[in-house]
Nanobody, 116 residues
Framework: QVQLVESGGGVVQAGGSLRLSCAAS????????MGWYRQAPGKQRELVAS???????NYADFVKGRFTISRDNAKKTVYLQMNSLKAEDTAVYYC??????????WGQGTQVTVSS
């Protein structure tokens, strides 16, 4: 079974930075898009950023100019560089791969806590 392994979460002060990484633990083919979602307590899961294998990116308005998504297709790894973090960025961040057959693959989530 394919698993996505996330790393890089933690506790940081407001204004600080974190870098999340997500890699497929086993061989996975036909990836169409990689991305990050987040879910804060009591809220729905929401898209943070995504990137296609061709490099097209998409960002939620609330992270534009602060977060940068990138990927290494050969390593089947996606990254999320988060700068100028705010208290409202506190959430569990989930890695997501979308295959060309529209199969969804999710990571287990990593906690990001921003202290004000």
């Amino acid at each position: 079974q394919v698993q996505l392994v996330e790393s890089g979460g933690g506790v940081v002060q407001a204004g600080g930075s974190l870098r999340l990484s997500c890699a497929a633990s086993t061989t996975i083919f036909n990836i169409m898009r990689m991305g990050w979602y987040r879910q804060a307590p009591g809220k729905q899961r929401e898209l943070v950023a995504s990137i296609t294998t061709g490099g097209t990116t998409n960002y939620a308005d609330f992270v534009k100019g602060r977060f940068t998504i990138s990927r290494d297709n050969a390593k089947k790894t996606v990254y999320l560089q988060m700068n100028s973090l705010k208290a409202e960025d506190t959430a569990v961040y989930y890695c997501h791969f979308l295959r060309i057959d529209f199969t969804n693959v999710w990571g287990q989530g990593t906690q990001v806590t921003v202290s004000s």
